[in-house]
Nanobody, 125 residues
Framework: QVQLGESGGGSVQAGGSLRLSCAGS????????VGWFRQAPGKEREGVAI????????YANSDKKDRFTISKDNVQNTLFLQIINLKPEDTATYYC??????????????????WGQGTQVTVSS
């Protein structure tokens, strides 16, 4: 049974930074496409960043590419998301997700079959 658990969220002021972690069990991270998504109150869930089995990151847009860094540690089975220069509009619940094992396709349109419970990020101005 694949289980994902996010941590590292919190309340920060605009301009601050956070590092989110997603610890996984029941799977081998290197065999999965994994990523971060977020959902703000009253809005649809959106993709933030994903990283393929080969370690290549994909960011949802240029703003996220500038301020978000996705990385993973295959040995620790942990996914990370570093966020700098946080903005109030980054306030959301952040979820990690995994697609696999060894499924074809790793992009924001792909179906991710495992999800964590989310960690809250609140940014005040």
């Amino acid at each position: 049974q694949v289980q994902l658990g996010e941590s590292g969220g919190g309340s920060v002021q605009a301009g601050g930074s956070l590092r989110l972690s997603c610890a996984g069990s029941g799977y081998t991270l290197s065999e999965y496409c994994v990523g971060w998504f977020r959902q703000a109150p009253g809005k649809e869930r959106e993709g933030v960043a994903i990283i393929g089995r080969d370690g290549s990151p994909i960011y949802a847009n240029s703003d996220k590419k500038d301020r978000f860094t996705i990385s993973k540690d295959n040995v620790q089975n942990t996914l990370f998301l570093q966020i700098i220069n946080l903005k109030p509009e980054d306030t959301a619940t952040y979820y990690c997700a995994a697609r696999g094992p060894r499924l074809v396709g790793c992009n924001f349109a792909s179906r991710f079959n495992y999800w964590g419970q989310g960690t809250q990020v609140t940014v005040s101005s």
